[in-house]
């Protein structure tokens, strides 16, 4: 049986209507990312200074860091017109020759999940970031020609989860690559507070920070848990989001005190109980949660590593001390078996 997960888990449509009313649209708005936001801004007064439109941008990281975010915020603060797609939805050259045709100069083509382009839908990006030209194929066999058509100096924002995965070709065609970090938990306080504020919800300062701190370093958690905890608050509360009422609430859609959902807690039990703690391989511990291994390994192990319940080791994904000590159990000796502390 598949579990469902409440933090790296799809977002429901309501949800991601929200998620853009929350989004900030100006740099000097965008909370957490200090140094990344410098290095931003001088990228985009040196562009405006020279009258030209900005240099292309491919930001990586996990996911719900701000990368879709920023990718609107440089358009805003260009003046520019904001077009997004994704590399799963450009299968066939076709369908990135009809999105950069209807490009005005200056506009902002922002590509999610860039390393999944297809390598044919790839080769037809080349000259159009690199010389602002499509090159089309028309006829067949013999009589084939190739036409190249001008375009448009537009912008280009790719973002990728996996960085290594993009080709070497198209990533050195960015002129700005920069990666996106987890939140420290401040940060995270003060986009729940900011968010609370927009949501016109009562939070007080103790119930955010319980809530940032649950959150993964990752904003769009810490958004999708306010909201839950803001229903929970209006069902079974007054309202008014404190820290009895955050903690109660997070409890409720099972989240516990690191933060992990019934994924990530199925994930390690797994690792755990059915696989005496590892090694296990991606696709074997991903069929044994319902889940499939693409999303264990982008949207659950991230989170799961850097906080220290998994490693990986050349055999596969093991479970760690602290993972075993967050299940009240103690770490097997080599050849042992877990116990109750």
Known sequence: MREEGLLAGPSLPEDEALEVGLRPRRL?????????KERLSILIEAAQGRGEPLDHVLFSGPP???KTTLAAILAHTMEAQFRITSGPALERPGDLAAVITNLD??????????HRLPRTVEEVLYPAIEDFALDIVVGKGPAARSIRLDLPRFTLVGATTRLGRVSSPLRDRFGFIDRLDYYPADDLQQIIERSAQILEVDTTT???ALIAGRSRGTPRIANRLLRRVRDFAVVRG????DESTADLGLKTFEVDDAGLDRVDRAILRAVIEKFGGGPVGLTTLAIAVGEEPESVED???PFLLQRGFLKR???GRVATDTAYRHFGLTAPEPGGQASLL
Do not use: H
């Open 238 to 241: 007054d309202g008014t989001i």
């Open 28 to 36: 000097d708005e965008f909370i957490g990312q200090a140094s990344l």
């Open 206 to 208: 103790p119930g955010a």
């Open 299 to 301: 949207a659950y192990e």
């Open 105 to 114: 100069q200056g506009d902002v083509l922002f590509i999610d999940e860039i």
């Open 313 to 315: 080791t050349p055999r």
């Open 64 to 66: 719900g860091l701000g």
